[in-house]
């Protein structure tokens, strides 16, 4: 089967098709190189990979390896509250222009299924003591999270069934991937821990959802695997006990680089505080993760201390 993958030398996008060529797709990895590619250098050559160097917005540069036995991941986006802050216009034509054009395409060419990547950043301020499920109110308090929940409402009441389309709204990522990023909360907490010896935490008591970027891409070969079956449904993407504190995970780096100063500071300027709920992906799909937050920090501290990732403050490894 074939795999249009948009992102595809993204932080999530490359783990994805590395997974995916390993199951027998066909991958055609889509993506502008914002941020390089080097993280798809071990799969250009390929038999079953090809690479369209390309803005998704142009979609006549790739409509022709669109047809009704794919299946779409829709990765491409300026991903985050910094990102959306720094460069809006490019937001929206990315996150929502460009993804609507896709989208159509997609409907037009009645593919097998269609996966859209949101956030579960959605939900963007619930109330101490409960956990948002999917039916949950949508709050989004940033560009990034308002284009999104954009584009979900877009496929629920545009799109409708004329398209096998599913949302994954992914916990906050962590973890190593070919392409790395240490502007993410665990990533970027290990990275200071080492090298700066001192970490300052804003609102350290704020909680939030995590997941690896390796059971990110599982949740997605899933819902592949069970295209039918998830045809207009909505999964948070996570485990119910990697809801974490920042201070949680201030904690977790300390098992493991245990000499580093830390200051908290009770105010900062992201409002974002929730805890969500991850029952319908498991009891609906069977989904659960296997990789934890400390996984996570052991694999970015041993990235850095051997040497594997030199070049930390590389622009490439930040969205912003």
């Known amino acids: 089967m074939r795999a249009v993958v948009t992102g595809a030398a993204g932080y999530i996008g490359s783990v994805l098709c ?20 080097r993280s798809i250098l071990g799969i250009l050559n390929h038999s079953r990979f090809k690479l369209i160097s390309e803005d998704i917005h142009e979609t006549s540069t790739y409509s022709k390896y669109i047809n009704s036995e794919t299946v779409v991941v829709n990765l491409a986006a300026i991903v985050g509250e910094p990102a959306s802050r720094k460069y809006p216009e490019e937001t929206k034509r990315t ?14 060419k009645n593919v097998k299924k269609f996966i859209f990547v949101s956030t579960c950043s959605n939900y963007g301020k ?9 039916g949950h109110e949508l709050n989004p308090l940033s560009l990034y999270a308002e284009t999104k929940v954009e584009m979900e409402h877009y496929l629920k009441e545009t799109i409708g069934t004329n398209l096998n389309w599913t949302v994954l709204r992914f916990s906050t990522v962590f973890g190593l991937s070919p392409r790395p990023r240490f502007d993410l909360t665990v990533n970027d907490f290990t990275l200071h821990a080492i090298t700066d010896k001192k970490l300052v935490i804003f609102l ?9 970027v390796r059971d990110a891409a599982r949740a997605v070969g899933l819902v592949l ?10 999964y948070n993407v996570g485990s119910n006990d990697q809801n974490y504190r920042k201070i949680d995970i201030v904690n977790e780096v300390k098992k493991v680089v245990p000499d580093f ?17 991850f029952d319908k992906i498991k009891n609906q799909l069977g989904y659960s993760t296997t990789l934890n ?12 201390n051997t040497g594997i990732i030199k070049d930390c403050k590389n622009p490439e490894y930040y969205n912003a």
């Open 18 to 37: 590395h997974m995916l060529l390993d199951r027998g797709y066909e991958v055609i990895g889509i993506d502008k190189m914002l941020h390089g590619g």
């Open 95 to 108: 996150n929502l222009d460009a993804t609507k054009k896709l989208i159509d395409l997609s409907a037009e």
């Open 126 to 134: 619930v109330e101490p003591g409960e956990f948002a499920n999917e």
């Open 204 to 212: 350290p008591y704020s909680n939030r959802p995590y997941v690896h």
């Open 225 to 234: 695997e069970k295209f039918e079956k998830t045809a207009g449904e909505t």
């Open 261 to 277: 100063e830390i200051e908290f500071v009770e105010k900062g300027n992201d409002p974002r505080d929730y805890r969500v709920s």
């Open 293 to 304: 937050i400390l996984d996570g920090i052991k694999e970015i501290a041993w990235a850095i």
